[in-house]
């Protein structure tokens, strides 16, 4: 049972995917209950699990959950920032942006926050990432930082000086990473209206 199970390896699975491939049951449910109780099985939520480490010898990967939870999503906020190592995140749970209302999931893997974004900025600065054969979506940096900024209503930037208080007061954010941001990325975010002030005060700071 176990080798079959770890052919899934760390991607989230459905209910349908697991009956393609495991044997036979009368009560499927029941057989799919017991291996949720043994713990071979994740339970992320209705129809959907991930094998668990101890079965398929690999971590979880929370992006790929959190693209699997709901969507359409993709990885962003502070979760995002820590990914690529601007932030040291001290936050419980993982953060995603979405198209979709605001939702969150608490399962026994981590919580899994979704804030809903405007659809016109949605798609600027996603990228997709692959890991053992199964891809996710994940804001770059630049996005991830426009995205929360949009997200904290409290923040209202009005000069160079603001900034660079926000990101190393407030986010406690590698500054030095700022050279390699693509100034496109902040631009188009900025065009779209969405605390536009706040984002030009950004890229003010990388051009000085």
């Keep these: 049972m176990e080798k079959l199970l770890r052919q899934f390896k760390n991607i989230p699975v459905t209910s349908s995917a697991l009956q393609s491939v495991l044997p036979a049951r009368a009560s499927f449910t029941h ?118 900024i949009l997200h904290s209503t409290a923040v209202n930037l009005r000069s160079k000086k603001d900034a660079i208080t926000y990101l190393e007061e407030d986010l406690r954010f590698d500054t030095d990473a700022l050279k390699m941001f693509d100034i496109t990325i902040l631009q188009e975010c900025a065009d779209c209206g969405y605390k536009r002030n706040s984002i030009l005060q950004i890229i003010k700071l990388i051009q000085s």
């Design 31 to 148: 057989f799919i209950s017991g291996l949720v109780k043994s713990q071979k099985l994740i339970h992320l939520k209705r129809g959907l699990y991930v094998v668990s480490p101890d079965v398929s010898n690999l971590p979880f990967n929370h992006s790929m959950i959190a693209n699997s939870l709901y969507g359409p999503s993709y990885i962003s906020f502070y979760s995002a920032l820590n990914y690529y190592g601007l932030i040291d995140d001290v936050s419980q749970g993982y953060y995603s942006a979405t198209l979709k209302q605001d939702k969150h999931y608490d399962t026994p893997v981590g919580r899994y926050e979704y804030i809903a974004i405007p659809h016109s900025y949605y798609p600027i600065g996603i990228k997709q990432v692959t890991e053992n054969g199964c891809s996710y979506l994940i804001a770059t940096p630049e996005k991830a930082l426009c995205d929360t």
